[in-house]
């Protein structure tokens, strides 16, 4: 079955960076774009990164464009976000999110991970 | 950026009434919606995409209509397990999820 499963979250102090991962499996992974969404707590659901199933497009929301990155190992059936210069409202569960296509074109997201949480905090 | 907007927040209701949720977008996303519900301390789960189409796996009971701004989520039958948060997803220009309605017991 298809599994998505984060981890890499932790407590972290303002302005610091940390490396958000997630290894899939159940799917061929190669085949699909990939997301990154997050949910501060207590609230809502908030897109964050796409990328595309080959790596090559990669697509962020403002509020996080310049310091966060996407990537993803095809070899590994990994995807990695990598979060610098942390804030305060960057506190969230991050989860990964599989969409059922290989670019970047806005579409569904057909199946989450369990998320893992960050909290960034001094 | 399109804005989504759920109504109601909350909406309290009892095994076997008929549940309906409203979506509204700030311009016309045709019919690139989605609905997602979502239970506490779990991932959200995808149960329509394109407007109307049911995701495998997930009951008839659930059903979704509408096109351009207004989109509404009907639960025919509300049953036990059908107590969550529910999340609209427009995917017509980027991505953009509504802020959720919960449905709790009446």
Same mark, same amino acid.
């Given at each position: @079955?298809? @599994?998505?499963?984060?981890? /890499? /979250?932790?407590?972290? @102090?303002?302005?610091?960076?940390?490396?958000?991962?997630?290894?899939?499996? /159940?799917?061929?992974?190669? =085949?699909?774009t990939l997301n990154w969404v997050r949910q501060a707590p207590g609230k809502g659901l908030e897109w964050v990164a796409v990328i595309s199933y080959d790596g090559d497009k990669k697509i962020y929301a403002d509020s996080v464009k310049g310091r966060f990155t996407i990537s993803? =190992?095809?070899?590994?059936?990994?995807?990695?976000l990598q979060v610098d210069s942390l804030r305060g409202d960057d506190t969230a569960v991050y989860y990964c999110v599989r969409a059922p296509l290989t670019t970047v074109t806005p579409y569904y997201l057909d199946f989450w991970g369990q998320g893992t949480l960050l909290i960034v905090s001094s | 950026d399109i804005q989504m907007t759920q *109504?109601?927040?909350?909406? *309290? %209701?009892?095994?076997?009434?008929?549940?309906t949720i409203t979506c509204r977008a700030s311009q016309s996303i045709s019919i690139w919606l989605a609905w997602y519900q979502q239970k506490p301390g779990k991932a959200p789960k995808l149960l329509i995409y394109k407007t109307s189409n049911l995701e495998g796996g997930v009951p008839s009971r659930f059903s979704g209509s509408g096109s351009g701004t207004e989109?509404?989520? +009907?639960?025919? *039958?509300?049953?036990? &397990? &059908? !107590? %969550? +948060?529910?999340?609209?997803?427009?995917? &017509?220009?980027?991505?953009? !999820?509504?802020?959720? +309605?919960?449905?709790? +017991?009446?």
């Open positions: @079955q298809v @599994q998505l499963v984060e981890s /890499g /979250g932790g407590v972290v @102090q303002p302005g610091k960076s940390l490396r958000l991962s997630c290894a899939a499996s /159940g799917f061929n992974f190669s =085949d699909y993803r =190992d095809n070899s590994k059936n990994t995807l990695s | *109504s109601p927040s909350t909406l *309290s %209701a009892s095994v076997g009434d008929r549940v989109f509404t989520l +009907t639960i025919s *039958s509300l049953q036990p &397990d &059908d !107590f %969550a +948060t529910y999340y609209c997803q427009q995917y &017509d220009l980027s991505w953009t !999820f509504g802020q959720g +309605t919960k449905v709790e +017991t009446k």
